[in-house]
Each structure stands twice: as C-alpha cells, then as structure tokens.
C-alpha cells in the first residue's frame, strides 16, 4: 500500500528560526515522485519541488532545501531562516508505479510569528 | 503562463439545486482531476480523466459527474447536492508524471 505520512500536524516557530518538516512515505514501487506542495492562507495550492526516487540528491532553492532519503523513506523539507510569508499548510505527496494518482500526507500547518 | 482556471470561487446553493463546476487548463495537459478538501481528511481524489473521453473515479466519487468532451475543460457536476458535499474543490492537471498544476480552488457550501 501506498502512503504518506506527515507526523506533524502543527509548528509554531519565530520568525528566522530554522524549520524542519517531515515526510515518511510507503510504497513497493522502485520507481517513484515525491511532491512538496504550500497552501498558504488565500487557498491555492503551489508546487513545490519534484524528486524522483532515482535522484538522491538534495535540492537547495533559496531558503527551502529538501533532503532525500531512501533509506529511512523520507523527504523532509527545511525552512531556513523562516519569514511571516512562509505560513502556511505544506503537504508532501507521492505518485509510484504506473498509477498517475497522488497520495496525499495531512499536511503540516506551519505558523511563523513575528 | 500555465494556468488551471476553476470557476466560480465561491459557491453557496441548496440541497437538490444541481451545479457545475468548471476547469480548464491552457497548457495542452491530458491529464486531469478533481479532488476535495476537507479538515483532518486532507485532500481526495473524486475523478480523473487520462485525455479526452476518458475518465475514471478516484476515492470518493459518489454524488459527482465528470465529462471530458475536449482537452481543455474537464467540469465537476453535482446533480443533487447534498450538504455532506460542502468542502473546498480543487481542479488540477499534469502531463506525464510532472507536477500537478491546480486551479484556485472552489468553496462549496450546500446548505
């Protein structure tokens, strides 16, 4: 079975403080895309980044920068220096195999305080 | 620019009263869905369409319609809307296994 588990529901962090969101997922597929998605407060839903389960590298852009691990299933998201702008629920989702469904975690709503 | 345009935002009606949803996409994708949003069940897949005429029903696609008649719009209807129905809707659509673009979103409540 497929799933994406994000284990925190809420954060509250300062503001330029350091922030770190988890993603465990499951799947049996070798081949497989990992998602971040922002939903800040007016709504949308905004790509993130794309990670497929061949590249191990990690991906820096700016203050967000993702690290992937196979080896634990995880693909956590890591907020540098957070801003007020950054709050938001930030999903982690995934497509394996031949099925073009996303698997959706809980998402993890962020809040970043003054 | 890539867009994923749902109409209306907002979208207050009645049990029974039916409505559409619309979707469309400018970026030639021939995936599509449509998923909603609900708080503590995050968000489910209610249909999907792999190109034109092809559609298929994702987890929670009782009480929906969906067609796909061309590439470009990929509507949601509700025949008889029931207030279990009241969610937040997103359209969304992708090409091969690239990100899905989303629409804005659309506030349903039936009352």
């Known amino acids: 079975a497929q799933k994406v588990t994000q284990a925190q529901t809420e954060i509250s962090v300062v503001e330029k403080e350091d922030v770190t969101l988890d993603c465990v997922y499951e799947?049996?597929?070798?081949?497989?895309?990992l998602f971040w998605y922002k939903q800040p407060p007016s709504g949308e839903l905004v790509f993130l980044i794309r990670?497929?389960?061949?590249d191990e590298q990690n991906e820096i852009s700016g203050r967000y920068s993702w690290n992937f691990q196979k080896s634990t299933s995880s693909f956590n998201f890591t907020i540098t220096a957070s801003q007020v702008v950054d709050s938001a629920v930030y999903f982690c989702?995934?497509?394996?195999?031949?099925?073009?469904?996303?698997?959706w975690g809980l998402g993890t709503s962020l809040a970043v305080n003054p | 620019e890539a867009q994923v345009t749902q109409n209306p935002r907002y979208l207050i009606t009645v049990t029974g009263k039916k409505l559409t949803v619309t979707c469309s996409q400018n970026?030639?994708?021939?995936?599509m869905s449509w998923y909603r949003q609900d708080p503590g069940l995050g968000l489910r897949q209610i249909y999907y369409?792999?190109?034109?005429?092809?559609?298929d029903k994702g987890d929670v696609p009782e009480g929906y319609k969906v067609s796909r008649k061309e590439k470009r719009n990929f509507p949601l209807i509700l025949e008889s809307p029931s207030p279990n129905q009241t969610s937040l809707y997103f359209c969304?659509?992708?090409?091969?296994?690239?990100?899905?673009?989303f629409g804005n979103g659309t506030r349903l409540t039936v009352t």
């Open positions: 369409s792999m190109n034109v005429e092809v559609t």
């Open positions: 969304a659509a992708g090409q091969g296994l690239s990100a899905l673009h």
């Open positions: 990670r497929n389960s061949f």
């Open positions: 989702a995934l497509i394996s195999g031949n099925n073009r469904k996303l698997i």
């Open positions: 799947t049996r597929d070798t081949t497989y895309y």
């Open positions: 970026m030639n994708h021939e995936y």
